[in-house]
């Protein structure tokens, strides 16, 4: 989560949060709708694996795990049909899989369900602020201003909810998430029935210092 807390960085700035501040972000705004795109795609591979792991292949099985409600249920299908069907060093790199996918997923969450704002003089900066923060203190907002009451910085307690993401920040959620996409793109190889396939996919994964950390911590 490689952001800071808004006020610890800008406790004077100017800022607005609307539903076109992002249009003054036009790069910024680029490099979040590149991390959302290439975490769909994400989703699209480990349904693909879902389907190897239940030797199917078929639309059904990828509709099937697209269509479930959270990456938690997801995860359970796969942990549930690998348990099933894999053994070894290709349960091991499935797992690690599962790990890297699951660390990533919360930043995906994160900008695709925050709320984003603008700090005026920041041109490579943006404000986040989860959206039940926001939608509470909209609800304490409205709340006051319905009973005529006065407060001098109705900003004060959404201030503390606020984060700042940099232009930097984006930049390495987005490598982490193609780094993601590599590591699950070759666990699905590295289940292929084709021989060539999955001794390309397996080494690569064996390849990588992060997999090695997770097969590691799991005692692999």
Excluded at 117 to 123: A, F, K, L
């Amino acid at each position: 989560m490689p952001r800071q807390p808004f006020l610890r960085a800008h406790p004077d700035a100017k800022y607005y949060i609307n539903q076109n501040c992002m249009a003054d972000r036009p790069e910024m705004a680029s490099i979040i709708a590149r991390c959302i795109l290439t975490w769909s795609l994400v989703d699209v591979e480990m349904s693909l694996i879902l389907a190897a792991l239940l030797d199917t292949r078929s639309e059904a099985a990828v509709a099937v795990y697209l269509s479930l409600p959270n990456t938690q249920t997801r995860i359970n299908a796969l942990d549930r049909a690998a348990a099933t069907s894999l053994t070894g060093e290709d349960l091991a790199l499935l797992n690690a899989t599962i790990a890297l996918y699951k660390t990533s997923n919360s930043d995906r969450n994160d900008l695709a369900h925050g709320i984003f704002g603008v700090v005026s003089n920041e041109p490579d900066q943006l404000i986040w602020c989860p959206s039940a923060k926001f939608a509470a203190w909209m609800t304490r907002a409205n709340q006051s201003a319905w009973n005529l009451e006065f407060d001098p910085d109705p900003h004060a307690p959404l201030r503390n909810e606020m984060f700042i993401y940099t232009k930097t920040d984006l930049e390495t959620i987005f490598s982490q998430f193609s780094f993601v996409f590599d590591v699950v793109s070759r666990m699905h190889m590295a289940l292929s029935p084709i021989q060539g396939s999955k001794d390309f996919g397996r080494q690569w994964l064996l390849a990588q210092p992060k997999i090695q950390v997770e097969l590691n911590r799991a005692g692999q």
